[in-house]
């Protein structure tokens, strides 16, 4: 509710800032009516000052999004304010911009050219951003379904029902990865996603089997579980060595 208020607000202001505009425009150059340049920069302002309405706009109703990438979005809106700034001024030169109109079009082109490239370039570093940000979440999520997974192995392979198989080693073994796992770089090329799935699946796969054996009473071969951790245990470290590579 107080976010529709908010909105309410900046769209009256906005609606104010326009009328006013209009009204300036149509009394201080009232004589000018008749000139290009007049309508051009009365155009310009509207363009100027709708563009800064629907940034605030956009911002009011993004405030997370806005929040996280604060430096972009500061940067788009002093650009917008820097704009209008730049388009009121050169409402002073309306009474001569006849003179030369080729020259005050080109400059307001310009102008707007360069606004809009500012822009252009703050977005794409925005996106960049926000990729960055959803690529480091996801392999934070796997890195975190992996623990899991590994801490759920080590829960199985605890399994009172078999006190004759010693384990001792094995789960050793697990608690080494899953301090590895704890410590491992989150922020991995993209080439890793796919490594990252198959190990997590894998480990998943293990899992199941010794549950599943561990239900029927079957005893499961601890030189094959100890080969199975120790090629896991090597292909995790081989993860952390080609993102140190991959960054070096």
Known sequence: MMKRSNIFILDVICLVCLVLTSLVSFTVFAGGLIWMSFWINLVASYAAITALWLFVRYVMQNMERFRRFVPGYTAIGTVLVIYLGC????GLFTGIADQGLRWFV???VITAA???MLCAILLIYIRSASQHESLEQFNVANLSSIE?????LLNTMQNPSNPSVDYDRNRKSVESMIELVKYSDPITPASMERTDRQMLMDIELLNEELASQYGTGEVMDSERLAMQISRLQSRLRERNQQI???KS
């Open 148 to 152: 899991q997974a590994l801490e759920q």
């Open 106 to 108: 080109l400059l307001h």
């Open 244 to 246: 140190l590579i991959h």
């Open 87 to 90: 388009v009121i001024c050169y």
């Open 114 to 116: 360069v606004a809009f």
